[in-house]
């Protein structure tokens, strides 16, 4: 079947006028994305006066700081609008039009409007009005990764993005800067000699000038940066010629040193591992292209691979073993659980235990991922009882794999008690593994220490979501308090409306005396804490709703609440002129704090 596909370009869009017709949510991501790449958004939706309500919090903040230009007109869209708000180089006209209303008729009739002039316009949920899309994009310094389904799925584009960033390793986007700035310090070192020596290049009886001369014949308009497969154009892939021998030379081999420096840099984008590229400093790259005339190779890479595990008998009595992943990267797994891994039969795992912990589950394991769709929970509890019960008494050994530690929030309580009542026995068949809980990890990598003599001497471990999703009683305020909420970023409306006012309930029986929590509180989000893709948002109880609505989020994650926040941290308040800033939280991705593979033997030793 063939499928439609999109020509995909990066346009620079610095200085355009973009217009973003309607006021929601998806406005202001909009208007972010415009931001983000140096335009100018301009905000097209009638006043409240006319729509009953403010605008979301997200984009009433770019609004006030004047990040936004909101067009308070009477009319939701005027054809007008696309001709007098432009810059003047384009006579008027705007350079992009994103409609994110869901009203239809409206849509349609922005979408022909601009199709009529020309202008590129994206409609929400409307592939067929669409004359461009937006990728869902990984940033690190020059290196934008766009991935699109064309129209197949946002979220699942966005989900493939995520796999794709995560696999990364760290520091791409500086490698990247890195690489390209010596790239055109090469491009312009061959340019000035070529123009120099001004002399007439004589065909070499060598591969590599064979096989130039050869593709030169055939194609006389490639030139010979194409032929080398060094064309400027991403799009491009290499030439035939790009993985030919390149041979040592002589020093006065000029013409072959001029292709060879290049080629090898290309070679090297290409073929090393990207954790070692993003690894090599501009010394060492420089060492590494002038290495290369002597050793006329690349460094050999150690391809060996973990040698898989030896099938083992089956214990003679069966056991489950439940135990805990830790926060997510496998380095935090405790050795005990690292073993229970290695030599289970079975392993039954939530869904939320991360890929890198997954990874070293032996292939002759069997492998069961909890089916907890949202909704059917405490049924897919039952059923992971049910199998880890049927296994075991099969005479295997069971792996109960859940995030953390099973015991804080992690229904292991529940799952023991479901256990002994089917016949199984503590230190017998029965075994809990401790884990490293999520609650005081997450904030340890996101640089908040739960307790600070001078901020903090209590930690409260606190759930967001009570039983069959019922909000459970809020905890009071403590100036030296530090509480983590899990299980709470689903509901973080709701979570703070109870931290910062008493409940309904609250209310109706006259309990008014608990210590409410001030909206100026300091507090961070932190997702997938030790995991590549770690995510942590600095804010305050105000701010921290509107953030979480703008910058997404997605679990496992927590919130951290109280002054321990900004210990290590300035609070993201005001600018240096004392104004208030115009997105009062920051936003911080990726985590490297284990990283170990960078610190050299001597440096561990050091540490010993």
Known sequence: MAYPRSLLTAVNSHGHIHLVVGANPLAAARCGQSLAVGAKPILIAPGPANQGELLPAALQVRVDAGEVRWLLDNVAFSETHLETLGREEVNGFVDAVFVTDRDHVLA???????????????????????????????????????????????????RIRREVASSLPTGLGEACAR???????????????????????????DSLQTARTTCATK???????????????????QSAA????????????AESAKTRRMRWLAQMCEYWPLKRLAGVTDAEMETL???YATQGAAPAEDDSQRDPSDPSDSPKQGRIILAGSGPGHPDL??????????????????????????????????????????????????????????????????????????????????????????????????????????????????????????????????????????????????????????????????????????????????????????????????????????????TTLAHVAAAIEQEGSRPPGLLVVGRACNVLHSPVTANSNGTITSKPWSLEEGFTSLDLDSISPAGLASLA
């Open 108 to 158: 349609e009739e922005v979408a022909r409007a601009c199709m009529r002039r020309r202008i590129p316009v994206n409609v929400v949920d409307r592939p067929d009005l669409c004359s461009f899309a937006l990728l869902s994009t990984h940033v690190e310094g020059p290196l934008q990764i766009g991935i699109t389904t064309n129209g197949s799925g946002c979220k699942l584009a966005a």
């Open 179 to 205: 690489l390209g700035a010596l790239r055109r310090q090469i491009q312009e070192e061959d340019w000035r000699k070529e123009k120099t020596e001004k002399t007439t290049v004589t065909v070499k009886k």
């Open 219 to 237: 194609a006389p308009e490639t030139t010979a940066k194409a032929v080398n497969g060094l064309s400027e154009d991403d799009s491009y892939d």
């Open 242 to 253: 790009f993985n030919q021998l390149v041979l040592p030379t002589t020093k006065n081999d």
């Open 289 to 291: 292209l002038e290495a």
């Open 333 to 538: 797994l405790t050795r005990a659980v690292h073993q229970a891994i290695l030599s289970a039969d079975v392993i039954l795992a939530d869904k939320l235990v991360p890929q890198g912990v997954l990874d070293l589950i032996p292939r002759r394991t069997e492998v069961a991922i909890a089916r907890k769709f949202p909704g059917n929970a405490d049924a897919a509890q039952e059923e992971l009882i049910e199998q880890a019960t049927a296994a075991a008494r099969a005479g295997k050994t069971v792996l109960r794999l859940k995030q953390g530690d099973p015991f804080v929030y992690g229904r292991g309580g529940e799952e023991v008690l479901r256990l002994r009542a089917a016949g199984f026995r503590d230190g017998q068949s029965l075994f809990v593994l401790p884990g490293i809980t999520s609650a005081l990890s997450g904030p340890l990598f996101a640089g908040i220490p739960p307790t600070h003599r001078d901020a903090a001497d209590q930690v409260l471990i606190c759930t967001g979501t009570g039983k069959k999703g019922k909000p459970p009683q809020p905890p009071g305020y403590r100036d030296s308090r530090t509480a983590v909420f899990l299980m709470a970023l689903h509901r973080i409306v709701g979570l703070v409306a109870e931290l910062t006012d008493y409940t309904a309930e609250e209310k109706e029986k006259g309990e008014t005396r608990r210590m409410l929590w001030p909206s100026s509180t300091p507090c961070a989000v932190i997702e997938r804490a030790s995991c590549p893709d770690q995510k942590v948002i600095r």
